[in-house]
């Protein structure tokens, strides 16, 4: 039986593999434990599905936390770790959180796995690292140029966990995956936040001049090929995950105004993020050829589904609107 501490496993992308980990066709032979502070972004509703799970225990609690995490860590023999704070406005607006989560937590994590022997250690990072590319694609052996604050500090927990395993051995194993949608996304990301106020006849927000790209992957095919990684993948390396499908933000828009039978007199624009890096492009030769990934859910498909699980799902997103709108 193997013993996997997730992190950020009520978030987002986390409470999909722990779903994914727990559900029909999972590796069975597996317990997890889902490490999770329940921020602002963390929601127990998104591990409704497998609540009561025989081999799933909740932990409502920190990462920055010393003493809880080493005790925690003693009892595991995996770490996929997901915890972060992940908004790249928020982060503009104040990075105090970000470099305490995202580089003092990691580091936190980092250093109690290298106590008790825990590995492989996977730490999820972001194509944001390596910052903005006009043409081509990065690889893995792209230098890590990150322009935004979160960036930043994810770039921060991805060289202090590489570090590890250049140093001491630890097998630390890194992703860097493209942006994500789909299913139980925060509705402050571009995906849901267009989705949820174009549902709700409102205005939704374009920066600068929507021509921004970006590579959509769905969330199914990122929490897959981090699955490949943790079970097959070599320490010290790191796999860049990308979907194919790089597009300009108005083009997406365009896609999900229709999918929403919506109106583009709902879409305004708005003056750009400051820094906003123009254009991410990831090449995800490695993963393919050493792990046999491919993307199986395409843009239009995953859009469609997504839009209307939002439709169906209301109770899910309005207190989380309504609670946003009082901020
Ligand atoms: P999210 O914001 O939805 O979830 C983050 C989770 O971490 C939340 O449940 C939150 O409560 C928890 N958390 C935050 N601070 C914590 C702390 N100090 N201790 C314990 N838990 C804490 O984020 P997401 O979109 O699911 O992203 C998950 C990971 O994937 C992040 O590391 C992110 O950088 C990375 N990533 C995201 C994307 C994307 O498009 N969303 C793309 C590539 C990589």
């Known amino acids: 039986m193997t013993r996997v501490l997730v992190t950020g496993g009520a978030g987002f992308i986390g409470s999909h593999y722990v779903r994914t980990l727990l559900g029909p066709g999972g590796p069975g032979d597996i317990t997890v434990t889902a490490l999770d502070a329940l921020t602002y972004a963390g929601n127990p509703a998104n591990l409704a599905p497998v609540d009561g799970h025989p081999a799933l225990e909740f932990v409502h609690g920190d990462i920055c936390d010393v003493e809880l995490v080493d005790a925690l860590m003693a009892g595991h023999d995996q770490v996929v770790h997901f915890a972060a704070e992940s908004h790249v406005d928020r982060s503009i607006r104040d990075a105090s959180g970000f470099v305490r989560t995202n580089v003092v937590g990691t580091q936190n994590l980092l250093d109690a796995a290298l106590r008790h022997e ?23 052996d792209s230098p890590l ?33 493209s942006n ?40 199914t095919d990122h ?29 997406l828009v365009d896609l999900i105004v229709r999918a929403c039978d919506a109106d583009w007199g709902q879409v305004r624009y708005v003056e750009d993020r400051r820094g906003h890096d123009r254009r991410y492009c990831v090449d995800h030769t490695r993963i393919t050829g050493e792990l046999g990934y491919r993307p199986t859910v395409d843009l239009a498909t995953g859009l469609a589904g997504t839009v209307a699980w939002y439709r169906a799902n209301r109770s899910w997103w309005e207190p989380l609107t309504a609670a946003a709108a009082l901020l």
């Not at 936040?193 to 001049?209: K, W």
């Open 118 to 140: 825990v590995g492989p250690f996977l730490y999820v990072s972001t194509d944001e690292v390596y910052g903005s590319i006009e043409s081509g694609s990065w690889t893995e």
């Open 145 to 177: 140029r990150p322009n935004s604050p979160y960036a930043a500090s994810k770039a921060a927990g991805d060289m202090l966990a590489l570090a590890q395993h250049r140093t001491h051995g630890l097998d630390v194993r890194v992703t860097r995956c």
């Open 180 to 219: 994500n949608y789909g299913p139980y996304q925060f509705p402050e990301k571009l995906i849901p936040l267009f989705v949820t106020r174009l549902l709700d006849g409102g205005e939704a927000p374009l920066y600068g001049d929507g021509g921004n790209v970006r590579d959509w992957l769905h969330v």
């Open 223 to 251: 929490v897959r090929a981090v699955e490949l990684v943790r079970t097959r993948g070599r320490a010290g390396e790191a796999y860049n995950i990308g979907g194919g499908t790089p597009l300009p933000n108005r083009d």
